[in-house]
């Protein structure tokens, strides 16, 4: 057994591995009884810019383990180490036959999992595999050449393959080890293991998904590419099979559908079939640059350090008046803007970050919640609507061409001007960003900015650009399911994942595809109808 130590905090000048006298001074014992000392979690804390610590969670053996536990039963940072629990997967020896509709993160592990348990496994994407899928999105930066099929929501990975590769989740579940050793298992680094904000980046998940691609095969799982679901047969509304390209038809006993929160073809096809959807409310808003050293100047108090990560920051502020939040999502550390299209004639932006976090600018989206009675209508593609007239508007806004109107911060404010410096490719053209968002969005972003100013002096700045839309936040609407995972109007129809309104973010939607894989295994073990 083990001992877990938390709160083990080093100075930026210390080494790592002073770690066990760290350990024996806080425990009261001697270092030399210490064994076995792994790091397994490592943070920034930098609430005093003037002793900034990397604070750790430490497993360790230790002589007299009883002991040190009694002596230090007030110290809640100490407990014994726990065992993690896994979904553990072994071939069950029954025929069912399994239809896994998306290649994104729940996708993808609802495929490997079910794949694990012996079943017959067919998954099907939309887009192109990841290595033609990067040709066709670089072609799209270079000179807006745009793919429908091929683009940075649509393709082996989903939208998560062009990102910061971003590891976090409120969600508190005991399968994200599981996840993580997967990913790493797969090619990730091993580092974000211990990192308490975890992240790949797009340049690193490419190689994870061609090695998941690659033991997904080696399972047996039947992966057919440039697949779009265009409709559902069945029994009554018990789903039997799935129509591809409005031709072909794949057998099923279970589908799981995890189609991305930008399939909306897939959304009124659904529709169509009467299955049950709902609105859900979602966000709307920028992406803001800022150069990364001043954000690192802002949360450090340097502008770097060879012992700290390029800075994050994560703001958020209720208005008062209109009771709306407003807040920061998926900000990447020395990233860039992208441009994330995925239909002709809409502007749709993102960030992404390597690995490396090295590039020059800072980014993340500044979005301000959208309500369904915002909608004005109740039918369920409502939110799809709403999000492609302010896309649509910032195509006419940028010129026509695929360029992306942006603003600069201080313009934004009415207080000055400023240049447009942007990462965004294939380009920016200056423009008002009233003309591409609603008014409560723009007036929201206003009201907030100040306070974020506060809570990070220097954010208001001319060096700041602004660049729109960010409407892809989440999925606009929810496919409606029951306790046991299924679709609550079609029996055999397991939603999951952020397309399908129960994720957000890469972890969160890994998950999910997860949890639909055992409730797939669940309900054949039992026999249920479902």
């Not at 069912?96 to 592990?109: D, K, Q």
């Not at 929160?261 to 009467?274: I, K, P, V």
């Amino acid at each position: 057994m083990a001992l877990r130590l938390r709160e083990v905090a080093l100075t930026l000048e210390e080494d790592e591995g002073v770690l066990a006298q760290k350990v024996a001074g806080l425990l009261g014992i001697n270092a030399a009884g210490i064994t076995d000392l792994r790091i397994v979690r490592r943070g920034i804390d930098a609430r005093k810019k003037t002793r900034i610590l990397r604070v750790y969670t430490v497993e360790f053996c230790v002589t007299g383990e009883e002991t040190v536990l009694r002596r230090n039963h007030s110290n809640r940072a100490l407990e014994k180490a726990k065992p993690l629990e896994t979904p553990q997967a072994s071939p069950l020896g029954v025929r069912h036959r399994v239809l896994v509709v998306g290649m994104g993160p729940a996708g993808l592990f609802a495929a490997l999992q079910l794949a694990r348990y012996g079943l017959s496994v067919t998954l099907v994407e939309r887009g192109r595999p990841v290595e033609q899928r990067v040709k066709d999105v670089r072609l799209f930066w270079q000179d807006g050449t745009f793919d429908s099929s091929s683009n940075i929501q649509f393709g082996e990975g989903g939208a998560g393959t062009f990102s910061d590769g971003k590891l976090t989740t409120r969600v508190n579940n005991p399968w994200m080890r599981f996840v993580l050793e997967t990913l790493v298992a797969f090619g990730a680094p091993e580092e974000i293991l211990r990192q308490a904000k975890p992240h790949v980046g797009s340049d690193r998940l490419r190689l994870v998904l061609i090695n998941f691609r690659k033991e997904l095969q080696r399972l047996g799982v039947d992966i057919r590419f440039a697949t779009r679901l265009t409709g559902l047969e069945g029994m009554g509304n018990r789903v039997k099979s799935g129509i591809f390209d409005d031709r072909g038809t794949i057998a099923c006993d279970s589908l799981v559908l995890a189609p991305g929160h930008s399939a909306r073809d897939t959304y009124r096809m659904l529709q169509r079939h009467g299955v049950a959807l709902e609105l859900k409310p979602f966000a709307v808003g920028v992406r803001v640059e800022h150069p990364a050293p001043l954000i690192n100047t802002i949360q450090y108090g340097m502008a770097e350090h060879p012992n700290l990560p390029t800075a994050d920051y994560s703001l958020a502020w209720n208005d008062p008046e209109t009771r709306r939040g407003i807040y920061s999502f998926c900000m990447c550390p020395g990233g860039e803007v992208v441009n994330a299209a995925s239909e002709e004639g809409g502007v749709v932006v993102n960030g992404m970050s390597l690995l490396s976090r090295a590039a020059e600018r800072s980014n993340s989206a500044l979005v301000v919640s959208v309500r369904v009675e915002d909608l004005g209508e109740t039918d369920p593609l409502a939110g799809v609507r709403f999000q492609r007239r302010w896309e649509e508007a910032a195509y006419a806004a940028g010129g026509g061409d695929y360029r992306v109107p942006a603003q600069n911060l201080m313009a934004f404010l009415g207080k000055g001007d400023g240049p447009l410096p942007s990462s965004c490719r294939p380009g920016v053209r200056e423009a008002d960003l009233d003309a591409v968002l609603p008014p409560f969005v723009t007036e929201g972003l206003r009201r907030a900015l100040p306070h974020f100013d506060r809570r990070m002096r220097g954010f208001v700045t001319a060096e700041a650009t602004l660049a729109g839309v960010e409407t892809r936040t989440s999925a606009p609407l929810r496919i409606v399911r029951d306790q046991s995972g299924a679709s609550i109007s079609h029996p055999g129809l397991y939603p999951a994942g952020e397309g399908a309104g129960y994720a957000g973010g890469i972890m969160s939607a890994a998950l999910d595809g997860l949890r639909a894989a055992e409730n797939i295994v669940q309900n054949v073990t039992s026999g249920s109808s479902n």
